[in-house]
C-alpha cells in the first residue's frame, strides 16, 4: 500500500516509486560531493547557510505548486506573483504608509483572490491550467514592471525590513521556517484525511467526484494558497533586498517545476512529496551557485536547467504517463 494513496502497487510501479523517491537525493548528495571537492570555498558555512537562505525564500512558492502538481495541474503564474508579493510591500510602504506587519498579509489577500480567480475559471469552465496561469503570469508581470518603475529605486527603511535578518541559533529563520513547513506538509500529506484526498483527485479525478468529494472547490483554494505563499515568499525576499526589484521572481517557475518533477512529483498527477521538492529546490540552487561558481555564463546556465527540465519531464512521461 502507498501512503500518499491508499492502493497497492504493483511490482513494476514499486520500482518507479522507488527511483521517484530517492533520486533527488542521490543528485543532490553527488553535486554536493563534487562542489566540495572541486571549489576550495563551497564546503564553508557561510556559503552553504547563503544558499538556504536563498532557498527558503523560493520554497514558499514551491509549497502551493506542489500541492497542485498532486492534483495534475499547473501553475506558472508562480513567479509573477512571487515578484507581486515585493511590489504590493512597495506600493503599501511608499504609498501607504503602512507597516511590514499590515503589507504582507494585505499583499497576500490579494494574491490569493487572484489565485481564486484564476482557479474558478480553470474548474468551472475546464479550462487548461497551464494556459490560464501564463495568462495570469503575464498580466501580473506587466503591473509588477509598471508599479515598481514608479518607485524609482526608493529603499525600504531598515525598522520594516530588520526582521528577515533575525537567527535561531545562528540559522536565519526563514530556513528553520521552510524546514518546518516541509516536514509539516509531509506528514499531513501522508495521515491528513483532507490532503490526503489531493493524491485521490490526481489519480483518478472522476472517482473523487462519484464518491462525494468537492474536486473542484480543492482545486480553487489551493491556487488561492498557491498565490498567497507566491505572493508571503517575494515580499520577504524583497525585503532582503531592501528595496523592491523587477528581477524578483523572474523565470522562478522554471526553477520549481524541475525542482518539483526531479523530486519525483508528475505533471500526471497523483505524485508528490513536499521534502523532495524542497531538496529539489535546494538542488536547482546549488547548481546554480555551482555554475556560477565555474564562472558559466548566465544564458548557459539557462541551457543547462532547460534541459534538465526536458530531461526531467521524459523521465516523468517514461514513468507514469503509462498509467494516464
Given amino acids: 500500500m502507498t501512503a500518499n494513496t491508499g492502493r497497492s502497487l504493483a511490482t513494476h510501479e514499486k520500482r518507479n ?31 552553504i547557510h547563503s544558499i538556504l537562505y536563498e532557498v527558503s525564500f523560493s520554497f514558499f512558492a514551491a ?23 515585493g511590489a504590493l510591500l512597495g506600493l503599501f510602504i511608499f504609498n501607504h504608509r503602512l507597516s ?8 497576500m489577500a490579494i494574491a490569493a483572490v487572484i489565485g481564486l480567480a484564476a482557479g474558478f475559471l480553470i474548474t468551472a469552465f475546464k479550462l487548461n491550467s497551464m494556459m490560464v496561469t501564463i495568462g495570469v503570469m503575464m498580466a501580473v508581470k506587466g503591473y509588477n514592471w509598471i508599479q515598481i518603475q514608479k518607485f524609482g529605486g526608493r529603499q525600504i527603511p531598515r525598522a520594516q525590513w530588520g526582521f528577515i535578518t533575525q537567527e ?16 509539516l506538509f509531509e506528514l ?19 472517482t473523487t467526484i462519484l464518491y462525494g468529494l468537492n474536486a473542484n472547490l480543492v482545486k480553487i483554494l489551493c491556487f488561492s494558497a ?5 505572493a508571503f515568499g517575494g515580499a520577504l525576499m524583497t525585503c532582503r533586498l531592501k528595496h523592491p526589484h523587477v528581477t524578483v521572481g523572474a523565470n522562478l517557475e522554471i526553477g520549481i517545476i524541475t525542482a518539483a518533477v526531479i523530486g519525483g512529483a508528475s505533471i500526471f498527477g497523483g505524485r508528490g512529496s513536499m521534502v523532495r521538492t524542497m531538496l529539489g529546490v535546494f538542488f536547482v540552487f546549488l547548481l546554480q551557485n555551482g555554475m556560477t561558481s565555474y564562472n558559466i555564463n548566465t ?26
Fill in 17 to 47: 516509486f522507488n527511483f521517484g523517491s530517492w533520486i533527488i537525493l542521490f543528485l543532490t548528495i553527488g553535486l554536493f560531493v563534487f562542489l566540495s571537492l572541486t571549489r576550495k570555498n563551497f564546503l564553508t558555512y557561510n556559503n
Fill in 63 to 85: 509549497v502551493g505548486f506542489t500541492l497542485l502538481i498532486i492534483m495534475g495541474e499547473l501553475d506558472l503564474s508562480v513567479g509573477s506573483l512571487f515578484g507581486l508579493g
Fill in 100 to 107: 511590514v506587519e499590515a503589507a504582507i498579509p494585505l499583499a
Fill in 168 to 183: 535561531v541559533l545562528g540559522v536565519k529563520w526563514t530556513i528553520l521556517a521552510m524546514v518546518a513547513v516541509a516536514v
Fill in 188 to 206: 499531513f500529506l501522508a495521515r491528513s484525511r483532507h490532503l490526503k484526498q489531493l493524491y485521490c483527485i490526481g489519480n483518478n479525478f472522476s
Fill in 226 to 230: 498557491s498565490a498567497a505563499l507566491s
Fill in 299 to 324: 544564458y548557459v546556465q539557462q541551457i543547462i536547467l532547460g534541459s534538465i527540465l526536458i530531461l526531467a519531464i521524459h523521465l516523468d512521461v517514461r514513468i507514469n504517463g503509462k498509467r494516464t
